[in-house]
């Protein structure tokens, strides 16, 4: 065996031999990988070998559109067969929220470039004859969909990677790993040992025991799955006597299961509730091409349901029945791409549908090792959105719920609920007794809405719902509480709430927890240095004063985005999105200097308290003896100050476009500052307000969002960032290249749009947005809501600059519905900050 290589991948099923694969298409060749059986001894070996394109998350739709184009080449590029049947998909729809959810999907679908057709019941019935459509009311079908040959399309691309150079060492064990002084890898193997520049973990069931070797808990266990496969049917037999085509992939969404034909047979994939996780701890050190126990009793709704809908699979009898192990993250979503706290070790693990991935994920890693960075926004599966929450007891949880779900409607608003709640600040259970209806961000619960009333909300049981598998639209309350929320992809019982506290909000003030922010402190001599050189605005030169900086990628594009608030010389306070706190302190610790900064992360220690509104100045000036007048307290300026008798930052900032302030507070004294506000503020109207009522106002004064408006894949001036980015104050990661791309002409232009004619269904985001004949697609919509304060819809959206100017006539199309919309200047509420500066 060799004793060194530019990059070493750990695991031979699909997902590491298409990194191998992928590395070797970027021109990189010393590359080993390295299987401790035989190539997809895993789990590839037992997949059903479905590719599937349906997918709300942008990421992963690349990711797999990417994979089906890959292995519709391998073929012929290896010359080995892969299996592959373009045979297409089609998805049905029982119920209108179904409807919604293909309609909305549609939308993300055309703006990453994936066709779908929208089929009849009729056309459902021709394409699939053995189908039953009744209660159906259509179907989506993608065209280039089907199913591959799991262990063919490995060994196509293992061939492919060998013969650019590559090496694969089978009946090769790792013992063990250790990283080096020069961040090199030591893997050390029953054959011998390797040191590599990068390691890539791709070890599927085996992800555990990988995490112990590496020194991190990746956020993995495996989900049993079970399918079965029937015997052949004489209908079936007799359409390929007949030179039939093979009816496509079927997905009954509503009744949670996939089937396909197989060898003159049927094949029936359930996701059902009760699915165990296994391999908690691993597997056992000798396991090889390992099955469990069948369980058919916890599928027999499933089942029953495909007599229904195929009355041929009940007419045959089963040939054989798998149950094996697929990976889950609490999300659903693979990770892939660089592992936190550790420097050139990546990962590509958690793939519930790894075959459909495996192409698509080698090659942004491969981009990400190579060019040192993806090519596409791969935050919806990087490795770091989850945190040090997610350990063992949540995983079991979480990803059992993220199992049972894989058919559920997906809706914009839904929260899962289980293993809720985890992180909880101080003032939970008194924003809990306000009525707070709670979402959750990276294991924190935040109140998105506030119920009018303690008795308000429905019993389970009055709630109608469809006769179906899939039938939840609503978190199942805890005994004695009511259901709060109804989840939909068009204006909820939630709506008309929000409302009011927007409208509370802007008459008189609110309060509003976000102690989920992420919080960071950079002390010491370099602190200001070293800040300018990682960030593209000027870092705050007084003290007190407070800057909006971001953190560019190398191309240009924006990575992370911080509030940086200079509370000292030398001394300097950081927030960023709760969200992305393993990302974004992964980032700024590996780009820390050695000496002269010290730099420490701080979210626990901090909680955060937003007063905002007209009256909050005098709510909050009844509380400290700081001058809070405006020539004293200045817009983007920040303070300590006394509250009563607690202590607090309080920084002249917020997301929503009206007076008020950040009061960054020692956590422990959270609730005596939140009831002392609350107390003081009775007098001027003061409500508590939620998240979803924040995302509103922040939509009227177009602020982005990371993730949305701020992407890797667009560049800061793209994103509208003029005022914040500085490339003559000196050197700062991706100034050169963002000032080339300028130069040479944008791609896309930031804009806010008034959304016409709308009555029940704001744009959410991922909308497509076309020019004024309806057919030309021009840019996707990034974020939507209804603008409380001016009475309209708003979406904030990315388009092609021809299309970009002010009065422009676009149509966006919303639940398959165009709607006509327009251009407006940015901010449509108060675009001057007057009530900021008030």
Not at 50 to 68: A, D, E, R, T
Not at 511 to 529: H, T, W
Not at 769 to 774: H, L, S, T, W
């Amino acid at each position: 065996m060799k004793s060194h290589a530019r990059v070493v991948v750990i695991g031979g099923g699909v997902v590491g031999v298409g990194t191998l694969y992928a590395l070797t298409k970027k021109g990189w060749t010393d590359v080993v990988l390295l299987e401790r059986n035989e190539l997809t001894s895993g789990s590839t070996w037992h997949a059903a070998g479905l590719l599937p394109l349906f997918n709300m998350s942008y990421s992963v739709g690349k990711v797999h559109q990417y994979s089906l184009d890959l292995y519709s080449k391998l073929e012929e590029e290896t010359g080995q067969h892969v299996g592959l049947r373009q045979v297409s998909n089609i998805r049905l729809a029982q119920t209108k929220d179904r409807w919604d959810e293909f309609m909305y999907y549609a939308g993300i679908a055309e703006t990453i470039g994936v066709h779908v057709n929208i089929l009849t019941p009729k056309q459902v019935k021709e394409n699939w004859p053995l189908c039953n459509t009744d209660g159906l009311i259509g179907a989506i079908q993608h065209p280039n969909d089907g199913y591959v040959q799991p262990a063919d399309l490995t060994q196509a691309m293992a061939k492919g990677a060998r013969d650019k150079g590559a090496q694969i060492y089978r009946q090769t064990r790792v013992i063990a790993i250790e990283q080096k002084a020069n961040d090199e890898w030591l893997v050390k193997t029953d054959k011998g040992d390797i040191t590599c520049e990068h390691l890539v973990t791709a070890t599927g069931n085996f992800v555990r025991q990988t995490g112990d070797m590496l020194g991190l808990d990746i956020p993995v266990i495996p989900v049993e799955h079970q399918y079965i496969v029937t015997e052949a049917h004489p209908e079936i037999q007799q359409r390929h006597k007949d030179g039939l085509p093979e009816m496509g992939v079927l997905r009954d969404a509503d009744s949670a299961w996939y089937m396909r034909e197989e060898a003159g047979g049927l094949i029936l994939g359930p996701y059902e509730p009760g699915a165990p996780v296994c391999y908690v701890d691993g597997p056992a050190e000798d396991a090889e091409y390992e099955l469990f126990q069948e369980d058919l009793e916890r599928i027999a709704p499933h089942i029953e349901s495909a007599f229904h809908r195929v009355p041929a699979f009940g007419e045959v009898g089963i040939k054989k029945v798998y149950n094996g192990a697929i990976c889950y993250t609490p999300d659903g979503s693979p990770i892939i791409g660089p592992a936190w706290g550790k420097r050139n070790l990546w990962l590509n693990e958690g793939h519930s549908f790894g075959v459909t991935a495996a192409g698509g994920a080698g090659w942004q890693l491969a981009e990400w090792i190579v060019e040192g960075e993806s090519s596409i926004d791969m935050l919806g599966v990087d490795p770091r959105r989850f945190g040090p929450y997610a350990s063992r007891g949540y995983l079991k949880v979480k990803n059992e719920e993220a199992y049972r779900n894989v058919f559920t409607p997906h809706y914009p608003d839904e929260e899962r609920w289980d293993a809720r709640p985890l992180k909880q600040s101080p003032c939970y259970d008194r924003m809990k007794a306000l009525g707070a209806v709670f979402g959750s961000v990276y294991g924190w619960e935040r109140p998105n809405w506030f119920a009018p009333s303690a008795d308000y909300g429905w019993d389970p049981e009055e709630i109608e719902r469809p006769d179906i598998i899939t039938r939840e639209n609503f978190a199942p309350p805890k005994p004695g509480e009511k259901v709060k929320e109804l989840w939909s992809f068009r204006r909820s019982n939630y709506f008309e709430h929000v409302g009011n506290e927007v409208k509370n909000v802007t008459e008189n003030c609110g309060l509003l927890d976000m102690s989920a922010f992420a919080k960071y402190e950079v002390i010491g001599p370099k602190a200001a240095e070293w800040l300018d050189s990682i960030l593209a605005n000027r870092v705050p030169k007084g003290i007190g004063r407070v800057g909006l900086c971001h953190l560019l990628t190398k191309n240009g594009g924006v990575r992370s985005e911080f509030t940086v608030y200079k509370r000292a010389e030398n001394d300097f306070y950081l927030v960023g999105p709760g969200a992305w706190e393993r990302h974004d302190w992964d980032y700024l610790t590996k780009l820390a200097p050695e000496s002269g900064v010290n730099l420490q992360k701080i979210t626990t220690q901090m909680g955060v308290l937003v007063l905002a509104g007209p009256k909050s100045r005098d709510v909050l000036q009844k509380l400290t003896d700081t001058d809070l007048s405006n020539d004293n307290f200045k817009w983007l300026t920040g303070k300590f100050i006394n509250v009563g008798i607690a202590q607090a930052h309080a920084l002249r900032v917020n997301f929503v476009g009206e007076l008020g302030w950040e009061l960054h507070h020692p956590i422990e004294m959270q609730n005596v500052i939140f009831d002392l506000v609350m107390e003081a503020g009775k007098e001027f109207g003061i409500k508590p307000f939620g998240i979803r009522a924040m995302g509103a106002m922040a939509v009227e004064k177009s602020y982005r969002l990371i993730g949305r408006e701020l992407s890797v894949e667009y560049s800061a001036y793209e994103s509208g960032l003029e005022r914040f980015v500085h490339p003559n104050k000196g050197d700062f990661i991706g100034r050169d290249e963002l000032v080339k791309r300028h130069a040479a002409g944008d791609n896309w232009t930031f804009v806010t749009l008034e959304v016409h004619g709308i009555k029940d269904c704001d744009a959410r985001g991922s909308e497509a947005i076309y020019a004024a004949d309806g057919k030309t697609l021009v840019g996707r919509v990034t974020t939507g809501a209804y603008g409380w304060r001016v009475g309209k819809s708003l979406a904030l959206a990315m388009v092609k600059p021809d299309r970009a100017a002010e009065g422009s006539k676009l149509k966006v199309r919303i639940l398959s519905e165009l709607f006509d919309a327009t251009i407006v200047p940015e901010s449509p509420f108060d675009a001057d900050n007057e009530r900021l500066r008030a």
